[in-house]
C-alpha cells in the first residue's frame, strides 16, 4: 500500500500535472490532496515496519533487521518519517528549510526503496522506477522552462515602501496571464531556489514583493541597496486556474497586504477584455499603513479611471501624523457634502474619507501577505501616497461590505467574490459569501486564492 500510494503523492506534487487536463485546479490547488495522501504513505511505513519487526521478534529473528537489504528499508522509513515530520512541523515554521528537507529525504527514501526490494519479480522496483522517472521528468521539464525563458532575460529591481519590491522582467513567458503566478529565478540573489508570486502585469511583465525572510528579505535588501538594479533571471509558469470573471455581471474583490497583486491582476484583466460592457468592480483593499499605495500606485490609477470601478482602501495602522495631516476642514466638509447623496459603500465617494477610530487589536490584512517590516526599509517610505483615493482609516466589516454589494444585483445576474490574503481573511469571506446566498437572489461564487508554500 505504500508504495502504490507513492505514485499518488508524485502525480498530485506535480508542477506540470496531468490532472491539471481534466480538472479545474492548478497544482497549488491540488497541494492538500498530496499532503494527504504523503501522510497516508507514511502511515503505511510505519504500519509494515512495526508488522515485520513484531514477526521476527516472535520468531527470535531480530538479527534479520541487521542485513544489508533490511538496512536499507530501515533508512527509507525514517526517511519517509522526516519527510513527513518536515511537511507537518518545520513548513509552518521555515519553509525553505522545509523544502531541502522534503526533496532531499524524498530522495533517499525512494532509492532506498529500491534497494529494500530490488527482485523485479516482487514489482517493488518498477513501482519506485516509475515514481522517481514521473518526478524526475517534472523536475526536466521546469528546468528547460528556465533554460528557454532566461535567454535575453533580465530583471529590474525597484524597492517600495514598507519591504516591498517590485520586479519587472524584459521579457514574460509564454501564455503569462494576469493573476497567475510564475516561479522567478534570480541567481545572483538565490542560485539554487525558485519562489513563487502572482502575476501584477503583463506589459510590462511585473511582479510585486513584500518581504519576510529568506529569498523575498534578500530580494528587497538587494534592491535598497542597488535601486533599479538589472539582473539576470528567468520566469517559469504560468499557473493557476480560477473562474473567468468575464462570465459574470459584478465581480468583489477583497485583498489584505500584498494580496492585491491578485485582485489587482484580475481586475485588469477584466478591463483589457470586457472594454465598452456594463460588468461592475467593486475593488477593497486592506493595507497597513497609507504608504502601502505607492505599491500599485499606477495600476489603482488605471482602475480609478474607470467609471465600472469602486475602489474601497481601509489603513488599518494609521500613524497618527497620516491622521492629523489629513483630518482638514475642507475635507471633513467634502466628506459630509458626499455622504448626504449617498449611502451606498460602492459608490463611494472620490472624496478622502478621514474616521479616526482607536486601532483594533488585529487585522485581516495582518498576516501572510503583509510584509512584517514595520519601521521604514528604503528611501521611498517618506514619498507622497496618492491623493484621489477613498480611504478609511480602520478596520472594515467585510461582512457588511460583501453583503452590500450584493444586494441590488437581479437575481438571473451572477456575482464573483474573490479573495486574497490570510487564513482569517479567507475565513471571513467565506462566511459572508455564504450568508448571501439566497434561493431567489443572484447566483454567487467564491474564490479564494491564498499560497500555500
Known amino acids: 500500500m505504500a508504495i502504490a500510494n507513492t505514485l499518488i503523492v508524485i502525480t498530485l506534487a506535480l508542477k506540470n500535472t496531468p490532472l491539471a487536463v481534466i480538472a479545474p485546479w492548478s497544482h497549488e490547488r491540488l497541494n492538500i490532496l498530496h499532503r494527504v495522501a504523503g501522510f497516508a504513505t507514511v ?26 537489504d533490511e538496512i536499507f528499508g530501515i533508512i527509507a522509513g525514517f526517511s519517509f518519517l522526516c519527510v513527513a515530520f518536515a511537511g507537518a512541523v518545520v513548513r509552518n515554521w521555515w519553509y525553505e528549510l522545509f523544502y531541502y528537507l522534503h526533496i532531499v529525504f524524498w530522495m533517499l527514501g525512494i532509492v532506498m526503496v529500491g534497494l529494500h526490494q530490488p527482485e523485479p519479480s516482487k514489482k517493488i522496483l518498477f513501482l519506485t522506477c516509475t515514481a522517481a522517472g514521473i518526478w524526475t521528468l517534472d523536475r526536466f521539464i521546469r528546468l528547460i522552462r528556465l533554460a528557454i525563458n532566461s535567454a535575453n532575460n533580465t530583471v529590474t529591481l525597484t524597492p517600495l515602501p514598507h519591504g516591498g519590491t517590485r520586479l519587472l522582467f524584459a521579457k514574460p513567458p509564454y501564455g503569462a496571464a494576469l493573476a497567475n503566478h510564475s516561479f522567478l529565478w534570480i541567481p545572483s540573489i538565490r542560485a539554487l531556489e525558485a519562489h513563487p508570486f502572482t502575476i501584477v502585469a503583463t506589459n510590462p511583465f511585473e511582479f510585486v514583493v513584500a518581504a519576510h525572510d529568506g529569498f523575498t528579505r534578500a530580494l528587497h535588501n538587494y534592491a535598497v541597496h542597488n535601486p533599479g538594479a538589472s539582473l539576470r533571471a528567468s520566469v517559469e509558469g504560468p499557473y493557476g486556474k480560477f473562474p473567468n470573471p468575464r462570465d459574470h455581471d459584478k465581480v468583489i474583490l477583497i485583498a489584505g497586504g500584498s494580496g492585491a497583486s491578485f485582485t489587482v491582476g484580475v481586475a485588469l484583466s477584466m478591463l ?77 465617494p472620490v472624496a478622502r474619507l478621514i474616521i479616526p477610530l482607536p486601532m483594533p487589536t488585529t487585522d485581516d490584512e495582518k498576516k501572510g501577505f503583509s510584509s512584517p517590516i514595520e519601521s521604514p526599509v528604503s528611501p521611498l517610505d517618506a514619498a507622497d501616497p496618492i491623493d484621489d483615493f477613498s480611504i478609511v482609516y480602520r478596520r472594515p466589516d467585510i461582512t457588511t461590505l460583501i453583503k452590500a454589494g450584493i444586494e441590488g444585483v437581479p437575481s438571473n445576474q451572477r456575482v464573483l467574490v474573490m479573495s486574497c490574503g490570510p487564513q482569517t481573511l479567507t475565513t471571513t469571506v467565506r462566511n459572508a459569501t455564504a450568508d448571501c446566498v439566497q434561493p431567489d437572489g443572484p447566483g454567487v461564487e467564491l474564490h479564494c486564492e491564498q499560497f500555500r508554500w
Open 272 to 348: 483589457e477584455q470586457n472594454s465598452g460592457n456594463e460588468k461592475s468592480i467593486m475593488f477593497i483593499w486592506m493595507i497597513k499603513h497609507q504608504t502601502y499605495l505607492a505599491w500599485f500606485s499606477e495600476h489603482l490609477e488605471i482602475l480609478k479611471s474607470d467609471p465600472r470601478v469602486s475602489i474601497h482602501i481601509y489603513v488599518t495602522r494609521p500613524s497618527t501624523s497620516e491622521i492629523l495631516s489629513k483630518n482638514t476642514p475642507s475635507t471633513s466638509d467634502s466628506f459630509s457634502r458626499s455622504t448626504s447623496t449617498t449611502s451606498d459603500p460602492e459608490k463611494a
Open 43 to 68: 502511515i503505511f511505513v510505519i504500519i509494515h515496519a512495526c508488522s515485520y519487526t513484531a514477526v521476527f521478534g516472535l520468531q527470535g529473528r531480530l538479527s534479520r533487521l541487521t542485513e544489508l
